[in-house]
């Protein structure tokens, strides 16, 4: 598996309706994506709390080789002509818990680095036990946890149910998630 996002900051005074109305015409395309196992279409807006206004897009795939046609897809190519080529981040994911919850609302984040002299293998044991019991709270779809290690930063991105509950929150506009009912079978 991979976790991916990438994320357009866009200027204070962008209309956000713009953005809304993309997803909806765009986003369920995304519900086949042959090795996508989930895509959260997330807002953040300035009119509505965020500090700034974007539009990001996060990514639980089976494998890397569908993140490759992804990227050379024509869905991809929409991006660089309406945004630009974005930053793609990616993590190996240290943990992918997920609930039985069946939508979410917001997208929370949370990073930190890993200390130089960590026990990788104690601190994937401690995040997954973490993990599990976020992703056992009622109102949560998932709690998936990743490890960069070319800057060695943790990231965890909690998918919410309610946008109430989420720190540092963004919302989800839409949730494809072709892959998610496979991999609760796992």
Same mark, same amino acid.
């Given at each position: 598996m991979l976790v991916a996002r990438y994320r357009? $900051?866009?200027p204070a005074d962008y209309p956000m309706d713009r953005? $809304?109305?993309r997803i909806a015409e765009r986003a369920p395309a995304w519900d086949a994506t042959p090795g996508l196992v989930l895509k959260a279409f997330a807002i953040e807006e300035r009119a509505r709390g965020a500090t700034v206004? !974007?539009?990001s897009s996060f990514y639980l795939w089976r494998d890397a080789g569908a993140v490759v046609d992804s990227l050379t897809g024509p869905g991809f190519? !929409? %991006?660089i002509e309406g945004f630009g080529r974005p930053h793609v981040e990616t993590w190996l994911p240290f943990d992918v818990s997920l609930s039985a919850a069946a939508t979410t609302a917001a997208l929370s984040e949370e990073m930190r680095? %890993?200390?130089p002299d960590a026990?990788?293998?104690r601190l994937r044991e401690t995040e997954r036990a973490r993990s599990r019991d976020i992703a056992g $709270?009622?109102?949560i779809l998932a709690s998936v946890v990743g490890l960069d290690p070319t800057s060695w930063r943790l990231t965890r991105f909690t998918l919410h149910a309610d946008s109430a509950d989420a720190r540092s929150q963004a919302e989800v506009a839409y949730l494809a998630a072709p892959g998610l009912a %496979?991999?609760?079978g796992l």
């Open positions: 357009h $900051r866009l953005i $809304r109305a206004n !974007a539009y190519r !929409a %991006v680095q %890993v200390d026990d990788l293998n $709270r009622p109102g %496979v991999l609760r």
